[in-house]
């Protein structure tokens, strides 16, 4: 079955980076693209970023560029997504997100866990 | 960008009501609308794919409808497990939610 296992909860204090990993399992890893999503504790979902891990093609959300990079690793199946200059509007949940893309659809099918970001001095 | 209008942002509705959000995008977006729900502490669930096409599993109590720029998700009969929060999500340009629709116990 599809999962995607995100690394654990992180604490920062303000101007740090953080990086956040999802490991894909239960189907071919180059065949979907993964997102990534935020939450804000009691706010709603924010998309941040795609990336096609067939040749490595990135997409940022504006509000996220110059301050977000997503890898990915297929040896290991895993994305890894870092954030740079966090601030405490950061903490937030992170998730990560299967995409399908096609010619006439485009949306996410299966989420990982979430990770906890805190940001805090 | 592309921005999407969620409404209401909150409703009570009682079991066995028909439910109705309505989302919004600030352009056409053709059918590329997906609606999500999410209950407290959980990740979103996809329901509803392309604006009207039910992800497989979903009840069929639940339908999407829409192109353009209005779309809305309508709970036929609500049941005690549809009571979480719902997001739209266009996928026409970028990729942006709505705020939210949070359906409440009345």
């Known amino acids: 079955q599809v999962q995607l296992v995100q690394s654990g909860t992180e604490v920062k204090k303000p101007g740090a980076s953080v990086k956040i990993s999802c490991r894909a399992s239960g189907y071919t890893f180059t065949t979907h693209y993964i997102h990534w999503a935020r939450q804000a504790p009691g706010q709603g979902l924010e998309w941040m970023a795609i990336i096609n891990p067939d040749g490595g093609g990135t997409s940022y959300a504006q509000s996220f560029q110059g301050r977000v990079t997503v890898t990915r690793d297929t040896s290991t199946s895993t994305v890894d997504m870092e954030v740079s200059r966090l601030r405490s509007e950061d903490t937030a949940i992170y998730y990560c997100?299967?995409?399908?893309?096609?010619?006439?659809?485009?949306?996410?099918?299966?989420w990982g866990q979430g990770t906890l970001v805190t940001v805090s001095s | 960008d592309i921005q999407m209008t969620q409404s209401p942002s909150s409703l009570s509705a009682s079991v066995g009501d028909r439910v109705t959000i309505t989302c919004r995008a600030s352009?056409?977006?053709?059918?590329?609308l997906n609606w999500y729900q999410q209950k407290p502490g959980g990740a979103p669930k996809l329901l509803v794919f392309?604006?009207?096409i039910l992800q497989s599993g979903v009840p069929s109590r639940i339908n999407g409808s829409g192109s353009g720029t209005d779309f809305t998700l309508t709970i036929s009969s609500l049941q005690p497990e549809d009571f979480a929060t719902y997001y739209c999500q266009q996928s026409y340009s970028g990729r942006t939610f709505g705020q939210g629709t949070k359906v409440e116990i009345k």
């Open positions: 997100a299967r995409g399908v893309v096609e010619s006439a659809h485009d949306y996410i099918d299966y």
């Open positions: 352009q056409s977006i053709s059918h590329y």
């Open positions: 392309g604006a009207s």
